[in-house]
């Protein structure tokens, strides 16, 4: 550890970079990529080792089994982080990019095209792929990145750091490219965050408690990712087998990611046929029901089902596991209020057969992702054909659900003229 | 004054009125526009009136000419704002508009559509048509306004306030689609920036003070409405009778804008022909050179400049008047050096014959709007075509440059299906 590490002249330097890689070539930028690819590759031994002190530092501190699952790296995980960066070297560069252009009456060309935004703080926790992903990421995109990673991986990310610095050398990139902030102390967090003078965007990534205290106390602006408690809705004309499936696998196929399930409303005109089919198939997936009222009495222990009463709070509790909210509802309103009341505006599904019902639902709820008749969980960059993604933005401004490539960007007016002036 | 004003319950009002008017339709908010501009009309004298109350509080106490001219609501203004809501009438409705749309593999049609934000809070000084021409187009885009306007305008701005009201009444919309603040207590601009799970977005218009106080404060995200301090280059090969009309227009067409030139950069090789013909016509137009060592030396009196030396200070100030920071250069790169150093990153503008060095510029420096031979006036929602603007944002995220109905939106991807699950 470096203790007298120098925040104020690293992020200077992040900002001198971001000048350098804003104008980088395609070419350059993923032969830094590659060079990184294969540096992880290269450097297994050494990162595995440096995992392995963060690892048993975390066995004494007593970090749960959850904990240090997230901030192991296998090979499998290393191979996984140099593949990430090869899929970078394919998606195409979003820099330069036009995105309008037009002639207007005076004469001037005026375009709008896509430039790095400069340079990007990312705050995360526990899981050191971050430090490889979001660094690619970035790089791609013509911006510095400044990384803070948290402090049970200090020496992971620093040893990632240090294959991603050589890379930058090989290519003859700048260094502060990819600025890893080598300090655990947590001060240094909050002078970060002030630093809007050269730090354009701040990006956290963890738990609700972070990202609350970035919000409160950042200067720069934030592009939050957030909880996300998603809502599935089966409707009253529904194909009730396609609904059981698509349920499910809403719940069940990953719980513990933001676009899982959290709370299904079950038309109760459909409720009863519905649980017959959906309850053993939940309860033989490990699901535990915190039912409503009806759902409570309609789910009755011939069913088979797992139940518990729902308590208030459940309602707004992001589970991310296998506990499951179930609500009887009346009205596609009742659904789409509930929905507005305890939804996080992540991924909202309705299940119908109803066309004007599938319209209304889609236009009314207000969520990153709208769903007819499908799993929430397809809200994800990959899925949705961006490639990689930084995360799920849960922002509405600039960047809203998964977060690609062009998210990294912002846009710059292009005028040429010819001696215009303005009368 | 109502000094019990509410705020909590009111953006609370906001915020359910915000729902009902994302699923407005087009005709329907238009017709709340024209009623709009016909109240304007109808309550000319009771604006004016209004308007004379605080105009006669601001005499009182003393507010400069300046901002006294910035408070008035003559006739002609009244007029103007009344056509500004009837313009956007006629400007397309963003809500809706398909952003990008395809296939995926699986058979999921995915959409990406533009949505209204939501609420977005106004907070502004002097100018009681920001009032108007805000609450317009926030409604034509579909969002809820929460408005709160200086109080030296409290009356002007209670009176519009008022008159827009009662045209949401006529047309069947909420009156909390428009909510303006009533109370010109400073502390409720502290709990409104911190309402962070009604309100979407805060603009703050007004001096740096102000928009300082609201990056310190919100924890909802920003935009902000900053200083220009915009800069214009004249390289060595060059048609100097274009780069004098040109720079000129830039400085003196409307000094008081934040897209006037402030810093005029001059390559060595031109400077002395180019002061020749520059310096006379500026004069003459009452401009006053605040000169770099190489200048003040070559603007000789003969050639009837108003030259004083350059302070440090000088060039990292933003005028608004008809005083300009001139600084003689030996090379391209020190110009765009000048510029990241100085410039507040709003317009900037390379007046040149050489199409490599306007390549260079156009990627090299980091603007909302770069310019080839043109003046840095046109950056302007209407100059670039997109009609009316809420202003032109220094942010980087989500709106950069003038920031017209479109930057009002977010989008929301909509998900097609037929029961497809995640593998």
Redesign the interface.
Known sequence: MNSAFDLDAAVTGAARAA?TL??ASSAVKDAALAAMAAGLDAARPALRDANERDLAAGRESGLSAAMLDRLALTEVRITAMAEGLRQIVALPDPVGRVVSQ?L?PNG?E?GRVR?P??VIGIIYESRPNVTVDAAGLCLKSGNAVVLRGGSEAIHSNRALARVLAQALDETGLPRAAITFVDDPDRALVMQLLKM?DRI??IIPRGGEGLIRFV??NA?I???KHDKGLCHTYVDRHV?LE?AV??A??AKV??PGTCNAMETLLVHVQVAEPFFRAFAPRARAAGVIIHGCKRSCALLTPTMGAAVVPAATADWDTEWLDLNLNVRVVDSLEIAIDHI?SHGSNHSEAILTADYDRARRF???V??????????T???DGF???LGAEIGIST????A??PMGLEDLT??????????????
Do not use: W
Not at 366 to 375: C, E, L, T
Not at 395 to 398: C, E, Q
């Open positions: 000048r804003a104008c037009g207007r001037l005026i430039t935004i400069g809007d354009d965007v919000m409160e200067t602006p934030v592009i194909d396609m499936e698509v499910l696998n196929q990953r507005a889609l236009r009314e207000d969520a990153a992702a709208v769903y007819v008749n499908a799993s969980r397809f809200t899925e949705f054909g922002n509405k401004l600039h809203r659900g912002t846009t710059k007016y292009v005028i040429l003229g010819n001696g215009q002036i303005r009368k």
